[in-house]
Structures are given as C-alpha cells and as structure tokens.
C-alpha cells in the first residue's frame, strides 16, 4: 500500500484507473488551424515528411522539404484531397 498522506483530495482529480485515451469524436473542438499551433514554425516531423513525400509523388507536385510543421499539415490536407487519400466531404 502507498502512502497517500500528501495527496490532495480534489474531486476534479482525473480517474487514474482510466486507461490514457488519442483522439476522440469526429466533432473534437482541440483541433486547432495549423497557424495558430504552437509549435508550427518547428520543422516538419519525420512522419509528416514521409507522408508528404508519399502524397506529393501521387500528385506529381514537388514540395520544399525545409517547411514548417504547420506549411506540411496545410500541405497534406490539400494534396489528400488531389489524391483521393482525405476524408471524402
């Protein structure tokens, strides 16, 4: 048994016994427009670079490969619907 002496009692407190849960219902109000992430002016992460190279072939377009993590996600929701590949509307 731990000793819980020095936790405090707040009824707000998450359910530690709920296991950590990714996304969520298709209506999430977290999604946020690229520009305003806070990390979007970081270079593009090495999954958005596959993905957007991947999707860029397809699409028989170049891209830059030194955009920022907003530019790539702008990038991918665009060429998802030239290809096909995004959620149909």
């Known amino acids: 048994m731990t000793d819980q002496s020095n ?4 009824d707000s407190a998450p359910d530690t016994d ?13 999604v946020k427009d690229p520009e305003q992430w806070v990390t979007g002016d970081e270079p593009m992460t090495g999954a958005q670079r596959s993905y957007l190279d991947t999707l860029a072939r397809e699409a028989g377009e170049e ?3 030194n955009i ?14 030239a290809t ?3 959620a149909s509307n």
């Open 68 to 81: 920022t993590k907003a530019e790539a996600s702008e990038h991918i929701d665009r060429l998802q619907q």
């Open 63 to 65: 891209i830059p490969a």
């Open 7 to 10: 936790v405090p009692e707040n």
């Open 18 to 30: 709920a296991p950590e849960m990714l996304g969520g219902p298709s209506g999430d109000t977290a």
């Open 84 to 86: 096909g590949r995004g």
